[in-house]
């Protein structure tokens, strides 16, 4: 675990560096948050009717068509699916006993399905819904054009976000090199490759509100409503400890 070793990092703030949130940056600049997605619901639009939250996925119109995107005790996107279903049950980032209860019931009803999603599951209609990042189900959208009407939402009031640090080693071979590129990837042309790629870079309200943001890149994004949640690494490890002892109980 990267946390578990800043003794290996080297301390350094970009240019941009305060203009990041202090949730998201260790104090001393021992790493800074870069990028994230957002947890969504991929569907085919040919197949199901269009969810608009987590809890419509226990409807009967749903029956065989959910995938979640790995198994939670050991997948990020997995683990995160499970923190949706939980602010969706009215649960918190302290308490993930909502989350599993969801699936729980959604397993119960029998729209949960036991396969891991592909693109080639995509493709075929064997997983006619798929709860993973926007920008993996984004990415499906725009592979599948024209043979499978991909559509992504994120839940309204259901954000949650877990992003990707950036950190310099402390031993980089080239120091300089390595902080050049920190400088890059918080410039704005390092923020929009991010962007580009549906990912949400983490100066994206900064550069909508100076105007370097790519606009048609922004557009693109599938429309996020509310506060994102954002996991404390306290809160991760607590979540992965109850998941491990009790979703393979709740889930079979």
Excluded at 2 to 21: H, R, V
Excluded at 73 to 85: D, K, L, Q, R
Excluded at 88 to 107: I, M, Q
Excluded at 207 to 219: C, P, R, V
Aim: hydrophobic share 45%.
């Amino acid at each position: 675990m990267a946390l578990a070793n800043t003794s290996m990092f080297a301390p350094y703030k970009s240019a941009e560096w305060d203009q990041i949130g202090a949730e998201l940056k260790d104090p001393t600049g021992l790493w800074t948050s870069n990028y994230t997605g957002y947890m969504s619901i991929g569907y085919n639009a040919d197949k199901v009717p269009g969810p608009t939250t987590m809890n419509d996925l226990l409807k009967s119109a749903y029956k065989g068509t959910v995938a979640l995107n790995g198994d939670p005790t050991e997948a990020s996107a997995g683990f995160n699916g499970v923190v949706m279903a939980t602010i969706a049950s009215g649960g918190t980032a302290d308490d993930f006993a909502p989350g599993v209860d969801f699936f729980a019931k959604l397993n119960k009803v029998g729209n949960l399905l036991p396969v891991d999603p592909t693109p080639a599951t995509i493709a075929s209609g064997q997983t006619p819904i798929v709860i993973d990042w926007d920008y993996n189900n984004v990415a499906q959208t725009a592979a599948l054009k024209g043979k499978v009407s991909w559509k992504v939402v994120v839940p309204a009031n259901e954000v949650i976000a877990a992003y990707y640090n950036e950190v310099i080693n402390k031993d980089a071979p080239h120091p300089a090199a390595a902080r050049l590129w920190n400088e890059y990837v918080f410039s704005p042309d390092g923020q929009n490759i991010w962007l580009n790629g549906a990912a949400r870079p983490v100066l994206i309200d900064v550069m909508t509100a100076d105007g370097t943001i790519d606009k048609t890149a922004l557009a693109a994004l599938p429309v996020a409503e509310g506060t994102p949640v954002v996991l404390t690494q306290k809160q991760i490890e607590a979540g992965q400890t109850y998941l491990l002892a009790n979703w393979s109980k709740a889930v079979q």
